[in-house]
């Protein structure tokens, strides 16, 4: 849709005239090695900027927007670079090409919190190049030295006559020239836009309706389908009676696939009401045994038998022997849905040569490298059409591309547009969760109160099996955050038994962190009770050695108010969590009532993600990870018995609403380091916050989630 | 054939009487600034307003709106100017932007009743409205910012 049509293999080119006029940048990045299957890296331009010759400076994106505000981050980068009228900056979503996959991944992908970081380099570079260019090309018209002129707000400026043309007016001429070799990129200090809060590009295209999401996408004569999918992981429809169902009006088609029967209408509500009316008799195989209190028993056990060990320092078992006080404790987490606030959905209309797909998603060359497979076009036939990402949270980046693939296999039956979209049940119940894991963890204090030895062992399911990210198989998912407990201890064992499950899981919102930061962040809480020490001073000296750490510890605790005092029934807990190389401390504010409610009043949180781009987009972040992390940590849970999911929408799989939300303070340090992402960082801490708060409000110590009070010890 | 007007517009839509009216502001209608969320009226990204009251419109029927006035987002106003519009802005409120039509137009109600709301009648007004990304603080002052320019603060 906003992809630049009409160009030719020939357009891969470093510069070029852009199609409507204009000025056409692209950087060839190195050619990645791990090709997917079917990926070809010229069917569409590459590019990351146009300059119009009305001015508008269009940066192509080739990450997904999901809220993070990677759609004006980025631009940012390029606009900065460019000297830019932010004004006049929009932003296209790019085509499927390699010059867009993660440099690290080798796939065209949004996740990992890792585009601010990935494209820091890229796209100031793309941006001084057009900057380069239309210096070159004033200079040229004037006749004058490029090097006594300056560019601001998107005019090149001559200095000596004051002379000024508009990008616009400089873009043609612009095009015409080479590319310099190499442009220098700003010293950070003439950085006029990176650093300073700025509005969001696609702020006003979400209060008036107009934002494109996936499930917006229409295609002339498009039809849209519901899939009655199955009740339990895996199972197989045996016999379908759809009598009733083509009886509806509207109804088009019952069509089997893959992922279960689907029942293809003119719109939402005949799918939907043809899907109830389906007869299906489900072989619901080996997982209808699956259930989860039968999950937990089997993990619990498994936790008190040695892990495959993963980090070994000293020798935790000799220490244990000497110390002065130990303690252990078992923790728990259950699955988790994402439940972004759009379902998924995908619309393909397949041709006989070519496929279009509109669709949300975090994966894009992954999808395309499945519908090409599937279709059996060539590579350069079918687009994938970026749209807006109604939540992520990981459910978009499927390594499977399930949700495109189904689409394409209806679309492949009924030769026609369709829209696969899928319920709120279908999302609850739909699997790839956030892993139920169980921990097991154990330390020993010398006589000073010091900890001197640190056991712990996780039992989970791990995420990253089977796909790119575990290429040697190995995966180490369910193991991060507790490899990297920062604490100086100096003999630590940190061991894992990988389990398999016929739970379908997934990535989501900080993957291993959402569950390690709270094992080790409520439990160093407990070292520090059982020291008789100050938790957030007991922290501090374990973190001598670790500046960045503690920076952000002290802010948070600085700026949370550590230590005033508190009305009765309330208590102040602290959590500090690195992950995706961004350092976040979080001090929760709660009180507990005598029936056993814990409402959150008051959170302060405190951010290392290196130098930032847009503070506003930082502050943004962390408050919606300090929500989305509470919602887990008050309330979500999936459970299974006899192979179905217990839970099918809002009312019983509950996220945090308004009037439980706390007020949130977001503080930042401020460095030359490295960009990082913050998409995902401010999760982690805030389940351990809030526990380790509710233990200084009331002595009970929380260790399972959801927090529910009469579990809490 | 139901007849209704959405957005000052006069429409006639051939629809079963029972579908609901989400569905035929999105595909009848084209207005797809009004989100699917849950189907039952636990999310509130579906908010609509009927002669001026909020519904959620996954679970209200097409009947429902016949020969009413429907308001959706893109009938709030025609060019952002509505104060909570623009306090959304100026604020940057969205994050993935799916849920904030229905926070919207549930707040446009609020705003009516309430020209001067406190923290706990947003709270109240808006429990119905899920937010997934978690903009909750920035909904409560954009709000309060809204409730300020409708006053005609600057």
Not at chain 1, 141 to 150: F, S
Not at chain 1, 222 to 248: E, Q, S, Y
Not at chain 2, 65 to 83: C, F, K, N, Q
């Amino acid at each position: 849709m906003n992809s630049p049509q009409g160009l030719s293999r020939r357009d891969f080119l470093r510069v070029g005239v852009a199609a409507g006029g204009g000025l056409l940048i692209g950087i060839p990045l190195p050619q990645l090695s791990s090709s997917q299957a079917g990926s070809n890296e010229a069917f569409r331009p590459n590019a990351f900027v146009r300059v119009g010759t009305d001015s508008i400076v269009t940066v192509i994106i080739g990450k997904s927007e999901m809220g993070t505000g990677i759609y004006t981050a980025l631009p940012m980068m390029v606009a900065e670079e460019m000297d830019a009228d932010w004004r006049n900056v929009r932003v296209e979503a790019a085509p499927v090409g390699k010059v867009y996959f993660h440099p690290t991944f080798g796939i065209q992908m949004t996740g990992g919190s890792s585009s601010v970081t990935s494209e820091w380099d890229s796209l100031r570079k793309a941006g001084a190049i057009a900057r380069a260019m239309l210096i070159a090309a004033a200079a040229g018209q004037w006749a004058v030295d490029p090097t006594g002129c300056r560019t601001e707000k998107g005019e090149v400026v001559h200095q000596a006559t004051n002379r000024r043309l508009s990008y616009g007016a400089l873009a043609e001429r612009a095009a015409t020239l080479s590319p310099p070799a190499d442009v220098p990129v700003k010293d950070a200090s003439d950085f006029t836009l990176i650093g300073r809060p700025t509005h969001r590009l696609d702020t006003a295209s979400k209060a008036n309706g107009t934002a494109l999401f996936g499930i917006d996408a229409q295609a002339p004569g498009m039809l849209t389908a519901l899939i009655a999918r199955p009740p339990v992981f895996g199972a197989k429809a045996t016999r379908i009676n759809d009598t009733k169902t083509k009886k509806i009006a509207g109804v088009k088609a019952v069509v089997p696939v893959q992922a279960g029967v689907a029942v293809v209408a003119n719109g939402f509500w005949a799918a939907k009401l043809g899907r109830d009316a389906l007869e299906i008799y489900w072989d619901e195989g080996p997982n209808a045994t699956i259930s989860t209190a039968a999950i937990r028993e089997e993990y619990a056990r498994l936790a008190k038998t040695p892990g495959k060990v993963a980090r070994h320092d000293g020798d935790a078992a000799e220490a244990f022997g000497r110390a002065a006080k130990q303690i252990t404790a078992e923790y728990e987490v259950p699955y988790l849905a994402h439940a972004t606030m759009e379902p998924l959905n995908c619309l393909v209309d397949l041709r006989e040569d070519r496929c279009d797909i509109w669709t949300g998603t975090q994966f894009q060359s992954l999808d395309h490298a499945a519908a090409v497979n599937l279709t059996g076009l060539q590579p350069s036939q079918v687009h994938v059409h970026t749209m807006m990402l109604g939540g992520g949270f990981g459910r978009r980046g499927s390594a499977t591309s399930e949700f495109v693939v189904e689409a394409v296999e209806v679309a492949k039956a009924i030769h026609a547009p369709v829209k696969v979209v899928w319920t709120r049940e279908d999302d609850i119940r739909g699997g790839w969760y956030r892993p139920l894991a169980y921990d097991r963890i154990a330390a020993g204090l010398d006589e000073n109160g010091n900890p001197i030895a640190w056991e712990h062992t996780i039992v989970s399911q791990g995420v990253l099996e089977g796909t790119m990210f575990a290429p040697d198989g190995n995966d180490g998912s369910s193991l991060e955050g507790a490899v990297e407990m920062p604490y100086a201890i100096p003999n630590v064992t940190v061991a894992l038994h990988p389990r398999k499950v016929g739970v379908p899981v997934l990535w989501w919102r900080s993957v291993g962190n959402s569950h390690t930061a709270f094992v080790v962040e409520s439990f160093i809480d407990e070292l520090a009770h059982l020291a008789g020490k100050d938790p957030y001073e007991f922290r501090r000296t374990l973190l001598k050695k670790k500046p960045r750490h503690l920076a952000v510890l002290d802010l948070a605790a600085k700026k949370g108010n550590w230590g005033a005092s508190l009305p009765k029934g309330h208590g102040r807990g602290i959590a500090l969590h690195f992950s995706f190389d961004t350092y976040v401390a979080e001090v929760a504010e709660v009180s507990v009532s005598e029936q056993g409610k814990v409402r959150i009043h008051r959170v302060v949180a405190s951010v290392d993600c290196g130098r930032i781009v847009n503070p506003d987009g930082v502050a943004a972040q962390m408050e919606g990870g300090i929500v989305f992390g509470l919602s887990a940590a008050l309330k979500g849970e999936i459970t299974i018995e006899r192979g179905h999911v217990q839970q099918r929408n809002f009312h019983d799989y509950q996220v945090l609403r308004i009037n439980e939300a706390p007020s949130i303070e977001v503080y930042m340090v401020d460095n030359a380091e490295h960009p990082q992402g913050v998409g995902e960082p401010p999760v982690p801490p805030i389940a351990p916050a809030v526990a380790n708060a509710i233990f200084a409000a009331t002595g009970k110590r929380v260790r399972k989630l959801p927090i529910r009070m009469s579990e809490a010890v | 054939m139901i007849a209704f007007t959405v957005n000052r517009r006069q429409v006639r839509v051939e629809a079963d009487s029972s579908t609901p009216l989400l569905w035929v502001l999105r595909e009848n209608l084209g207005l797809t600034g009004t989100k699917y969320g849950c189907g039952m009226a636990q999310c509130g990204a579906c908010t609509v307003h009927i002669d001026g009251e909020a519904v959620r419109s996954c679970v209200a029927p097409v009947s429902r709106a016949a020969g009413r006035h429907v308001t959706t987002i893109e009938g709030l106003s025609s060019d952002l100017s509505h104060p909570l519009q623009r306090a959304w802005i100026e604020i940057d409120v969205p994050q993935c932007g799916y849920c904030q039509s229905g926070q919207i137009m549930s707040a446009a109600v609020l705003l009516r009743e309430k020209p001067n709301p406190t923290d706990d009648d947003i709270d109240q007004a808006l429990a119905g409205n899920i937010c997934r990304c978690g903009t909750y603080c920035r909904i409560r002052r954009a709000v309060h910012r809204a409730a300020e320019l409708a006053r005609g603060a600057k």
